[in-house]
């Protein structure tokens, strides 16, 4: 590398960052600034994975992470950015099958031991399902992000249970637990805060019960203002699929929601500034609630079990049901828990400034490591990514993932997968446009079970 490029490298991290969704999103742009040698060192460029999830302008400006550029990609232009585009670190935001595809893509393109970006990737929350799948398609990533010592130590016992490297697992934070620690007005709950998720529950009839409950909350406590905190709007979609959105839901209450109970958007660090409950079954919402110290209820109502992920909380002392929320429980974390689970609560700032918990730099360990494998890199001798899965562990596997991202086995765009017909890919995006929009159409129509049929044709 010539020493301009290295002296480039020390004064700006160049980052690139795919995401498939919009908290994915907010989790890889917000990790890549901590990554960074020096606040405001990173410059940031952006990619969306197309696909289901990928987010609307309005879903990208609630987040408000801005990137210095943001592109619409498919991986097979993904991975020829890569090789046309330097960078020193890509943070792939996605679930696990997309980040094996580009993975592989990206041994294809970087074979031998060379001068490569740093591959980083992880999770957005709570991990609480597909651990083992989910970490061995992550696996080969040149560092995979626990956000608790709890998921370090799972992380590193899966690797290690099928006998794959796990030097690459390194110990962080959620790059979003920030805002000021919670400080109560008087005595009194002034404002509740119910986080619903996109599919957690899934039933119609489990997901109407807790929207009821929230508004049978809100009339018996006049005083309180219950609002039902929505992560997209009808036709717009996240990291989950919702098929049963809360909007439709309130209009069929029979008796809708009372004066003091509505359903709001926006940013969720910006709602918790305001917050004296949060309430939720298992959203990720809790772990930002519970860093500052805001009272935090995990429901029960519906038993707590692995399909509702509520289980994760388990000796975090803030499980409760809305029975018990109704009679006046202010649910507390547990400290121990809370330091497990890397949520240790906020500090006032003039005691410990800056953003990591328990005034910590959270992210440490993984800027040490970043820095040994870039300068490996700087020197022409960073290794080839190694995933786990190859022809030869997962011959019944792995080709599917690659081809639903059309790549070949060799982790080489298949033909036909980087169409140089710009008309066509216009024509294409033109008929994605009016068939999301022909499913939002559906939901407003109450045609619940087809739209999600056209939505799936605007992915094809």
């Given at each position: 590398?010539?020493?301009?490029?290295?002296?480039?490298?020390?004064?700006?991290?160049?980052?690139?960052?795919?995401?498939?969704?919009?908290?994915r999103?907010?989790?890889?742009?917000?990790?890549?600034?901590?990554?960074?040698?020096?606040?405001?060192?990173?410059?940031?460029?952006?990619?969306?994975?197309?696909?289901?999830?990928?987010?609307?302008?309005?879903?990208?400006?609630?987040?408000?992470?801005?990137?210095?550029?943001?592109?619409?990609?498919t991986?097979?232009?993904?991975?020829?950015?890569?090789?046309?585009?330097?960078?020193?670190?890509?943070?792939?935001?996605?679930?696990?099958?997309?980040v094996?595809?580009?993975?592989?893509?990206?041994?294809?393109?970087?074979?031998?031991?060379?001068?490569r970006?740093?591959?980083?990737?992880?999770?957005?929350?709570?991990?609480?399902?597909?651990?083992?799948?989910?970490?061995?398609?992550?696996?080969?990533?040149?560092?995979?992000?626990?956000?608790?010592?709890?998921?370090?130590?799972?992380?590193?016992?899966?690797?290690e249970?099928?006998?794959?490297?796990?030097?690459?697992?390194?110990?962080?934070?959620?790059?979003?637990?920030?805002?000021?620690?919670?400080?109560?007005?008087?005595?009194?709950?002034?404002?509740?805060?119910?986080?619903?998720?996109?599919?957690?529950?899934?039933?119609?009839?489990?997901?109407?019960?807790?929207?009821?409950?929230?508004?049978?909350?809100?009339?018996?406590?006049?005083?309180?203002?219950?609002?039902?905190?929505?992560?997209?709007?009808?036709?717009?979609?996240?990291?989950?699929?919702?098929?049963?959105?809360?909007?439709?839901?309130?209009?069929?209450?029979?008796?809708?929601?009372?004066?003091?109970?509505?359903?709001?958007?926006?940013?969720?660090?910006?709602?918790?500034?305001?917050?004296?409950?949060?309430?939720?079954?298992?959203?990720?919402?809790?772990?930002?609630?519970?860093?500052?110290?805001?009272?935090?209820?995990?429901?029960?109502?519906?038993?707590?079990?692995?399909?509702?992920?509520?289980?994760?909380?388990?000796?975090?002392?803030?499980l409760?049901?809305w029975?018990?929320?109704?009679?006046?429980?202010?649910?507390?974390?547990d400290?121990?828990?809370?330091?497990?689970?890397?949520?240790?609560?906020?500090?006032?700032?003039?005691?410990?400034?800056?953003?990591?918990?328990?005034?910590?730099?959270?992210?440490?360990?993984?800027?040490?490591?970043?820095?040994?494998?870039?300068?490996?890199?700087?020197r022409?001798?960073?290794?080839?990514?190694?995933?786990?899965?190859?022809?030869?562990?997962?011959?019944?596997?792995?080709?599917?993932i690659?081809?639903?991202?059309?790549?070949?086995?060799?982790?080489?765009?298949?033909?036909?997968?980087?169409?140089?017909?710009?008309?066509?890919?216009r024509?294409?995006?033109?008929?994605?446009?009016?068939?999301?929009?022909?499913?939002?159409?559906?939901?407003?129509?109450?045609?619940?079970?087809?739209?999600?049929?056209?939505?799936?044709?605007?992915?094809?």
């Open positions: 590398m010539p020493a301009s490029n290295r002296a480039n490298r020390s004064a700006v991290l160049r980052v690139a960052v795919l995401a498939d969704s919009d908290t999103w907010k989790w890889g742009a917000l990790t890549a600034r901590r990554l960074a040698p020096e606040p405001g060192s990173a410059h940031l460029t952006g990619y969306l994975l197309r696909g289901r999830a990928t987010p609307t302008a309005r879903q990208l400006g609630e987040v408000g992470v801005q990137a210095d550029r943001l592109t619409e990609v991986c097979a232009e993904f991975l020829a950015e890569l090789e046309r585009e330097r960078y020193d670190v890509v943070v792939l935001a996605l679930v696990g099958g997309a094996a595809a580009v993975l592989h893509g990206a041994r294809a393109l970087w074979p031998e031991p060379g001068a970006p740093v591959f980083v990737t992880g999770y957005v929350g709570v991990v609480y399902e597909k651990l083992a799948d989910g970490l061995l398609l992550r696996h080969g990533a040149d560092l995979v992000l626990a956000n608790s010592r709890h998921d370090a130590k799972r992380f590193r016992a899966v690797y249970g099928v006998g794959a490297d796990a030097d690459a697992v390194v110990e962080t934070a959620l790059p979003f637990l920030d805002g000021a620690p919670y400080s109560p007005v008087g005595d009194r709950t002034h404002r509740v805060v119910f986080a619903v998720q996109p599919s957690v529950p899934q039933s119609r009839a489990d997901r109407s019960y807790l929207l009821r409950r929230a508004a049978e909350h809100a009339r018996l406590h006049p005083e309180r203002e219950v609002l039902v905190k929505l992560r997209s709007r009808p036709g717009e979609h996240t990291t989950h699929l919702e098929e049963l959105p809360y909007q439709r839901l309130a209009q069929r209450l029979p008796d809708g929601l009372p004066a003091n109970c509505r359903l709001v958007y926006g940013n969720m660090g910006e709602v918790l500034d305001a917050t004296d409950l949060l309430v939720t079954v298992s959203s990720t919402a809790a772990l930002e609630s519970l860093h500052r110290g805001i009272p935090t209820a995990v429901l029960t109502d519906l038993g707590v079990r692995e399909t509702l992920g509520n289980h994760h909380f388990l000796g975090s002392g803030c409760a049901s029975t018990q929320l109704d009679a006046g429980l202010l649910p507390k974390g400290p121990d828990w809370l330091a497990a689970q890397g949520v240790a609560p906020a500090l006032d700032p003039a005691a410990a400034p800056g953003p990591d918990t328990a005034g910590g730099d959270a992210y440490a360990a993984a800027r040490a490591r970043l820095s040994e494998l870039s300068e490996l890199s700087g022409d001798r960073l290794p080839p990514i190694a995933p786990y899965y190859t022809q030869a562990t997962a011959p019944g596997y792995l080709p599917g690659l081809a639903r991202h059309h790549l070949g086995p060799d982790g080489r765009p298949s033909p036909g997968a980087l169409r140089p017909d710009k008309e066509e890919s024509l294409r995006r033109r008929l994605r446009a009016h068939l999301r929009e022909a499913a939002r159409g559906a939901y407003r129509h109450g045609v619940q079970r087809v739209a999600p049929a056209i939505r799936r044709l605007g992915e094809l």
